[in-house]
């Protein structure tokens, strides 16, 4: 304003001018409504914000603030020296959000992987973790979060599935968290493996037991969030032998010599982790080993690890009759392309039947049907009723397995009868969170049943599988893919066939010797035996023994003939863990007895068990103490071939299969952000404003034109 306006006389205001001072206050009511709308007008439905770019909005726990995911990116390194493998995961943790975070992240591991190490990046630090009792190293870790320090902590919730979590993350860090564990190489009918387990699908939790920790984990439905959590991979193959073909029935692979071996990498670098990766090479004709030994010392003893091939000669005759109980699960959790391989699987099984073998028909979800009072004759009358029972099954309700065991199990002779044996051929994708309850089931009643696990899709529960599998004395199939269900079930049916090698006895002589497992599973065509020991020295030798066909067979292996290997002693330990679970569900010993065993075997090798933990913590704090700290449970891929709307019942919900009636309450069933349930609130409000606004102002330009006229 210039010198010469002050004091000048003020223009006349009409008196139809007034309602000019109720603008700035109508204009700020009506702009604050539009906001309010545009706000939520962004988003295509007001009770959930859309997430950023491959990101997700989490609620932080017990709060009501909300904070974008903790983006995920892993690598993965695996060496396979002979039977071994020894992998390093690296887990990349970047935090995008202006917040301080804790992130928690459920993955799963090897079932029968030994975790041994832990390390935590930040900047140019590495800090290494220590092996701890499970309370103090969760004391330890809440401590040093409560400080501000730079923490991660590792604990196993079951044996194939940790937990890992980082606290104080600052905005904008990128934080690394790696681990390694040492686990055995599969073999089976001529052809090693190994298995990468990628993604954790959801649990079923029977009514009244407690939640686990993959059931409270946010899962994204891949139609509308995509795939999330991406995943690199590279495999060093050094298998000991020449090799012959090399491929994975998951993932696209690209295989190249180098050194002492071949390199296998992802043919697209980077895939979401979605399923499970799995990997199978074969020797080249004849040169596969009939023995392999290998040992290593440390800490002053001495261990050994052996597998072996038992040669089975050619069957004289025919098989032995068979009774065998098809167990196929139609859960919810099977919906989609689980449940066309499960019944391409089980109806396989029923064209391969044998005259004098008998058969029945068990499907479970929360509910179960055994179609026959016993087993019948595989006739075609029976044969073709119990076709049409399985061609109608549909995939819904939730997963109580534990009575359809029970079920399968039910022997209503009890005894052989000329030889006949009993089979028990179970298809599931094995997501309960009971597996105890299962365990015990079998352990309970298998009688002279064996028990032949099939997994089915693209992430199974090959704890479970293989757990059950050896407490029913039988072996654990996998079906990834409808492509590969005949492939698979001709080779489980090739061993149902083959002859049985039982009686199995493991010594060593000239040595004292503590082996595992304990007690030796029955064998099967192309089946090999695994077995480690902590020996005294290498001066003995080690007979193994049994039954096969009827015919006593035996092999003998020197023990200073083994080769050199590493990271047996954390095998050997880990099957001692098993062996102490295995004994605790057939309550050979006391829940006491069996956790004081297996605290001890991860304290003395360093391994993280149901009793131990891996604990690292940076000694300087980052985080201000006035700085809030906010969790984030970082959500999970749906495994591929899993239907998103059946396993969280949507059709139920709506009786058609289209969107479900009531959105909300089909999220609220998961633990997935609930980031905006004020909207309608805010919509009134925002419509609110404006019409005050409007009114407001009518009213006023009303009135002033009245005094205008007067």
């Not at 009244?208 to 920790?213: D, E, K, N, Q």
């Not at 009723?385 to 997963?399: D, I, M, P």
């Not at 654990?476 to 002859?499: C, N, Q, W, Y």
């Not at 200073?560 to 290997?565: L, N, S, V, Y």
Request: charged share 20%; with cysteine.
């Amino acid at each position: 304003m210039s010198a010469q306006d002050v004091g000048a006389p003020k223009p006349r205001v009409a008196s139809g001018a007034r309602p000019a001072r109720w603008l700035p206050i109508l204009c700020e009511a009506f702009a604050l409504g539009l906001l309010l709308l545009l706000a939520l007008a962004g988003t295509g439905r007001a009770e959930v914000s859309e997430p950023a770019s491959g990101g997700l909005i989490m609620r932080a726990k017990g709060g009501d603030q909300v904070v974008e995911a903790v983006r995920l990116g892993t690598d993965i390194d695996m060496t396979v020296s002979g039977l071994t493998v020894r992998g390093r995961v690296t887990q990349a943790f970047r935090n995008d959000t202006g917040r301080w975070v804790e992130a928690v992240y459920v993955y799963p591991l090897p079932q029968d992987g030994a975790v041994d190490t832990l390390k935590m990046v930040v900047g140019r630090k590495v800090i290494v973790g220590e092996i701890k009792k499970r309370a103090e190293a969760q004391e330890i870790y809440e401590a040093a979060k409560a400080q501000g320090k730079k923490a991660a902590l590792v604990e196993q919730n079951r044996p194939n599935m940790f937990t890992n979590a980082v606290a104080n993350v600052a905005p904008g860090e990128t934080v690394l968290v790696q681990i390694e564990y040492q686990a055995p190489i599969a073999v089976s009918a001529g052809e090693y493996s190994l298995r990468m387990p990628l993604v954790v699908a959801p649990r079923y939790a029977s009514p009244g037991t407690a939640a686990t920790p993959e059931s409270r984990a946010a899962i994204v439905d891949p139609k509308v969030a995509g795939a999330i959590n991406p995943v690199t991979l590279t495999v060093h193959l050094r298998a000991g032998f020449p090799l012959g073909a090399v491929a994975s029935a998951t993932h696209g692979v690209d295989v190249r010599d180098e050194k002492g071996g071949k390199v296998i990498t992802l043919s697209k670098g980077q895939v979401p982790a979605d399923r499970d990766f799995v990997l199978a090479w074969k020797p080249v004709p004849l040169a596969a080993p009939s023995v392999a030994l290998f040992r290593e010392k440390t800490a002053g003893a001495h261990y050994v690890l052996a597998q072996v091939t038992p040669p089975i000669a050619a069957r004289a005759g025919p098989p032995p009759a068979r009774d065998i109980i098809f167990v196929i699960d139609n859960s919810g959790s099977m919906g989609g392309e689980s449940m066309r391989q499960a019944k391409a699987g089980l109806l396989y099984g029923l064209s391969n039947l044998k005259p004098g073998d008998r058969f029945n028909v068990v499907r479970f979800d929360d509910t179960l049907t055994v179609l026959f009072e016993g087993a019948v004759a595989a006739d075609a009358a029976n044969l073709t009723r119990a076709r049409k029972f399985v061609s109608g099954l549909e995939a819904t309700g939730g997963t109580e397995m534990v009575p359809a065991m029970a079920a399968a199990l039910r022997d209503e002779n009890g005894r052989d009868e000329n030889g006949r044996v009993r089979q028990v051929v179970f298809m599931t994708d094995g997501a309960i969170g009971d597996e105890q309850g299962l365990f015990d089931t079998i352990g309970a009643g298998r009688g002279r049943s064996r028990v032949f696990m099939v997994g089915i899709g693209s992430a199974p529960n090959s704890h479970l599988m293989s757990r059950a599998a050896e407490l029913g004395r039988g072996t654990f199939t996998h079906i990834g893919s409808t492509d590969g269900v005949e492939e698979a079930m001709r080779a489980l049916f090739d061993k149902l066939e083959s002859p049985v090698a039982t009686n199995l006895v493991a010594r060593f002589e000239g040595t004292t010797s503590d082996a595992a497992p304990a007690v030796l599973p029955d064998l099967y065509r192309g089946e090999p035996v695994t077995l480690a020991a902590r020996v005294e020295d290498l001066d003995g030798v080690l007979t193994i023994s049994g039954v096969i066909d009827g015919r006593p067979w035996q092999t003998r292996i020197r023990l200073r003939d083994a080769e050199a290997g590493k990271g047996i002693s954390k095998l050997w330990a880990r099957r001692k863990i098993t062996d102490a679970e295995v004994a605790r569900s057939l309550a050979q010993i006391t829940e006491d007895e069996a956790d004081t065993r297996v605290l001890k075997l991860g304290l003395d090798h360093g391994l993280v068990t149901s009793q131990t933990s891996l604990v690292a913590v940076d000694k300087t704090p980052s985080r201000p103490a006035d700085a809030p700290l906010l969790r984030s449970d970082l959500p999970l891929n749906l495994p591929a071939g899993w239907d998103f709307d059946a396993l969280f019942n949507r059709k139920a919900a709506t009786g058609n299969g289209d969107a479900p009636a009531d959105p909300e309450q089909q999220i609220a069933q998961l633990d997935l952000p609930q980031t905006a349930t004020d909207a309608p609130m805010l919509i009134l409000m925002g419509l609110g404003l404006m019409s005050l606004a409007l009114v407001l102002g009518a009213g006023g330009w009303v009135l002033g034109r009245r005094k205008v006229a007067a």
